[in-house]
Nanobody, 124 residues
Framework: LRFSCRRGGGLVQAGGSLRLSCAAS????????ICWFRQAPGKEREGVSC????????YYSDSVKGRFTISSDNAKNTVSLQMNSLKPEDTAVYYC?????????????????WGKGTLVTVSS
């Protein structure tokens, strides 16, 4: 099993956009909830967004609702997080994670697999 955040982290000015992508080999996203988490320096890890391919439901934390969009590409077995109107407080290491359908508890619990993080820095 190989689970990774493929691309998208970097430095952007406030108000800008970035797109993060998460891919996996060895598992099919159809039976998983795929979620994005983030951890800012000196802060606890925070859940950001989740998507479930098996019922198409999504979840967004209040801090990103209306600015971030999570989506899945079935053909490529990837999940992406489009981040618009970025703010300096969005600066963090972003991680994707997967919870099997049997383990997932709404909105952000039951994660079994974690990708390596990607750093997003938003300058003011």
């Amino acid at each position: 099993l190989r689970f990774s955040c493929r691309r998208g982290g970097g430095l952007v000015q406030a108000g800008g956009s970035l797109r993060l992508s998460c891919a996996a080999s060895g598992l099919t996203f159809d039976d998983y909830a795929i979620c994005w988490f983030r951890q800012a320096p000196g802060k606890e890890r925070e859940g950001v967004s989740c998507i479930k391919r098996y019922d198409s439901r999504t979840y967004y934390s209040d801090s990103v609702k209306g600015r971030f969009t999570i989506s899945s590409d079935n053909a490529k077995n990837t999940v992406s997080l489009q981040m618009n109107s970025l703010k300096p407080e969005d600066t963090a290491v972003y991680y994707c994670a997967a919870a099997p359908k049997s383990d997932y508890v709404y909105p952000l619990y039951g994660m079994k697999y974690w990708g390596k993080g990607t750093l997003v820095t938003v300058s003011s």
